[in-house]
């Protein structure tokens, strides 16, 4: 079996403020920064820290088991009922061990994230916020929590969210963005305090994972096991602006002698917007069933219910930013909000009686800075069935068969578009109806010195997804009790018109055959290869042309095929605490499938483009090869590792946009290849009992290969970092646990990132810094009998953007232009606190 990768990130939030821009852009730092803190983390650099790092199990540390159920030895005991206590504690200890960190690992660069290290977060923070503490890996939000799906973006080593491969419990997840058809975002799939682990693959491959998109590695989920034992959890946490978070989880404990056993959880998070008006709100219901089969197998259902119910935060530009201030947002909440969209509407149509609200003449682009409304509806079902069969002692068989469907709809107020009764805005939605089915197989043998693996995995999915147009009341009659504007977030009326429509259906199957030769105890070899075959058809049924600028939206069948996509690793433990690994693959993204103007897919652009694309042969799946090596020191004082890793890119697809952001002009791009290089460096200190210093550094060195020639115009791209994605990171933390306290101070620098392909506009860096505290209460037995059955009660506090910074978060959400600025990027929450209460019965 072969060991997990990469330093033990700290278990606390990681956070920065902004220190740098450029001259054409606004400057973010917040003056009167809290200069001590940063000096004092920075002082600690190249030393590193994971939370409660006192305590193994607390971390999010590599596991380096090669016998993880083997127990501590245990010293001899004399008497019998000793030896029976010892042998219980012993059992107790070999369980948890295996629950946690004993699960098979085929390739070299993996690392885990515990469950530990997610409940350290504050309750309902998004898994992936936590995973970002690792070096190389970045995620942003416009929410502390990162519950926006909207704005959330993930990226690990260059790597964006829809070029990694997720499941959870082994169904597939398909790619994380949010206008993606074939999965479903992980905060939808799961509540957080559910996920028992997280296994992210950081280096070239995980050929096992079932994904069409893993170009960059995998992230797989698994969900936590009921309870041997009967009980329950509340939480509750509050935060700033109204904000509430519940989590209420029963589990069965063991029904019968086999080990039958269910859990069944709620989770409600609710929050008002920081700025603006409006707020965030959903549920979710998780539950999951096992059934033992004998000592070896089992069988097990997990299911999801999710629904979300979000007023969205306003997309803005550098010029809005300049122009209009940190805080423009829509109008929806604040006072007189509709007579001043509707006055704004007349006024960006040009009709008589318009006005913009003061200050907004100051911008280019004064209509599109705020709008009305804007909102997320969503619903989702998700239900996996698994078997885990041993079928000899050297055979296993898993199977997964999974069903999701999906009501999704995005809303914005369009100033551009009249009424039908002369309203001179309309409230414009796209609305998606999505099934996906699928299975999974595999059949995993040993024999000898091999681990030997091969599987398939099959998914059809099916969507029908609309834009359409609801008619928006008078100003007369919304101001006399008449009428009342469309809400976005609840039942909407009868569409006047069907602005633009398309179907998109999806046959999908992966194979895979890998094999994990140890050839001695401390040194394994992996060779395996993947084949992926993907076919899409897809063609509107309604079009608008009016609305949609274009005689005819694409259509037609695309395929992706790769027959041999090789993955070659290994891992030498060659000294006590040292190890060195490298890993080596190639790989293949299928064609994205997004509809009309909704991200880099062919099928996002009008019938012409699409067969243009064809013609000149542009049309190319992305694919690449990945290339890493590293090095990793474990010891009890100390942690450490270097992680340096090559990709060479290419056909990389993106999506280029101008104009407004409500029926923006957008193509798909071919930008060619991308090189890139980089290296991570990490280091954990544990000097002392309870103490805990981390820090990590990363840099991307990530270029365009070649210049973009669009509609006539060379852009000069060669050279340039790649979008979205900065050069350089660093991330610190300082933690200390004392008896039941422990608290945490954690600091991260994002440097610049370039938000145009030629580099002319760039995002500004920033630090940002998080506080955090606990204090362990125990069983209340201790002071109660009648609180007895009060278990494990815990206080929490955090503050997010601890020193109020201003920052840019989300880029690129609407796609990002050529050259000069756009509207596509969202800004940090400020400062947020947060305090928790929970208890286990």
Known sequence: MMSNNNIPSPDQDACCFPVSGSRSQPDLRRKGASSFLVWVLASTAFSCCAAQAADPKKQARPVVHHNPGKAAPVAPVRSKAARARRATAREALESESMQVTAH???????????SEALADAVPGTNPLKVLARQPGVMF??????????????FYMHGFLQNQIGMTLDGIPLGDQEFHTFNGLNSVNAISAENVGRMDVSMGAGAESVASTSNLGGAVEYVSSDPKHKAGGLAS??????????????????????????????????SQDKWKGGGDQFGQQVNAKFVQPIGERSSISSFFDYNLTQSYLYQDMSFDMLKNGGYGIDNFYGTPNAY?????????ANGLPGGALPAGYSKMSDPWDASYYDGALVERDYLGGLKANLALTDRLRWESVVYGHGQYLRGTWANPYVSSPNGAPLIDQATVTHSQRFGFTSALHYQIAHNDISGGVWYENFHTDVGRFGYEEPLLSDVESGKAKPVNSVGELPDPYATLWGQNLNSNSFTAFVQDTYHVLPNLSLHFGFKSLLQTVRGGQYANDESYTGVGQIAGGSITTAKAFLPHISGDWHFLKHHELYFDIAENVKSYPVQAFKEGASPFSVSQSAYNQLLQNGGLKPETDWNFAVGYRFTHKYALASVHAYRTNFHNRLQQVTSGSIVNPISTVANVGGVTMNGVDAGLTLMPVKGLSLYNSISYNHATYDNNVTESGTTYHTKGQQIVAYPRFMYKASLAYEWRNFSAHLDTQFLGTRNYSYTGDMKIPSYWIETLGARYRFGNLGKYSRS??????????????????????????????????????????????????LKAEF
């Open 236 to 269: 509750q946490t509050f935060g700033s602006n109204s904000g509430f978070h519940t989590f209420l989880r029963m589990d069965s404990g063991d029904l019968n002698k086999s080990g039958t056993r269910f859990y069944v959880s709620y989770m409600r998070n």
């Open 787 to 836: 609180l007895d059955f009060v278990q494990n009660l815990t206080f929490e506090f955090n503050v997010y953007n601890l020193t109020n910074t201003k920052y840019i978060s989300t880029m690129g959400e609407n796609g990002v232009p050529m050259s000069g600025d756009y509207q596509s990027f969202l800004v940090g929450a400020p400062r947020q606190y947060y305090g928790t």
């Open 104 to 114: 098979h690992v085929p390739h070299g660069a993996v690392t885990t994230v515990s």
């Open 140 to 153: 942003q939000s416009d929410d502390p929590q990162g519950m926006d799906t909207w704005s959330t973006q």
């Open 339 to 347: 007579k001043k969209a509707y006055l704004s509407a007349l006024s």
